[in-house]
């Protein structure tokens, strides 16, 4: 299939976060009155596996939408921005559930789409939506942007905040 590429990334990331769980549960969420806002920089772990959980499961949903809508249609809305409320207010809520419990959310999730991604022909990945900020883009753009890259950079930033290299 055309999306086999991608599929296996994001099968490897969250590979990653699954081996990093010992670490990141033995991490504190950041305080209930801390701010969580769209700065992903300021989060620490637990804040991470919160957003990486439901960002998977909201970027799943986008692209089916995407790829739902009528071809000879006009061209679907996807997407949100860093500051949307919903997406800040899910982080707020589950940052302080027990870390399996969101790995295994993250675990579902992120096989569910992993395989949905590899069953994409080349037409479904050429669909196209349009994002309010970042315009027109292919399914395979917005795998490529929202999944692929997106948990790549979380891995990446686990890693710098539990000091590890796995």
Known sequence: MAGDGLGPRVETSLAV???LGTAIAATL????DARLGPDEDAWGAREVLAHATEAV??????IERVLA?????PIPVFGRGPDDRARVVIIARDHGLPADVLLGRLGREGAAVAARITQLTSDELARVGHHPAWGDMSVGAIVERTLVTHLEGHVEQLRRLLGSST
């Open 17 to 19: 976060i699954a081996a």
């Open 57 to 62: 499961a909201f970027w799943h949903g986008e």
């Open 29 to 32: 969420p950041l305080p209930d």
């Open 69 to 73: 809508a009528e071809q000879d249609g």
